[in-house]
């Protein structure tokens, strides 16, 4: 197995890298019991203005919560920079999505831009994320989606 110079292995990258499209794909297919494979049992969602939830359960219960409302949801991940860190590593990685509600007066669709600030443990399982937090830099279209 080889490892960069930062103590990475490509494996361990390609297994962060794979949390990473596995966690926004769960939300795109509101399939909420993934989360128990990507996130940490005791982790933390920082949504800034929005709160934190802590722990997987309820953070299995607010993207639950939160995206029955739409009629479609995507989430598109970009540029990714992972880096080893003292506990494990960690991921800056930009992001966009698309949340669609039909029903929304003055337009059906929102889109959000920003970066995921994830710190990552590896456990048994493989790497789950401890620590997610949720910058987001800016968005387009009827802010009204938002609100289910």
Do not use: P
């Amino acid at each position: 197995m080889s490892v960069d110079k930062k103590g990475l292995s490509v494996s361990d990258r390609v297994d962060i890298s794979d949390a990473l499209a596995r966690c926004a794909r769960a939300h795109d297919t509101r399939n909420t019991k993934v989360y128990a494979d990507v996130f940490a049992a005791d982790a933390t969602l920082d949504l800034g203005e929005h709160g934190v939830v802590n722990g997987i359960s309820d953070i299995t219960e607010f993207f639950d919560g939160s995206l029955v409302g739409y009629d479609y949801v995507q989430h598109r991940l970009s540029t990714s920079v992972i880096v080893c860190s003292k506990d494990g590593a960690f991921a800056e990685t930009y992001f966009s999505s698309r949340h669609v509600r039909r029903a929304a007066v003055g337009g059906d669709t929102l889109v959000l831009g920003g970066t995921y600030f994830d710190e990552f443990v590896k456990n048994d399982d493989g790497w789950r994320i401890r620590k997610r937090v949720v910058k987001v830099e800016w968005s387009d279209g009827n802010s009204s989606v938002a609100e289910l």
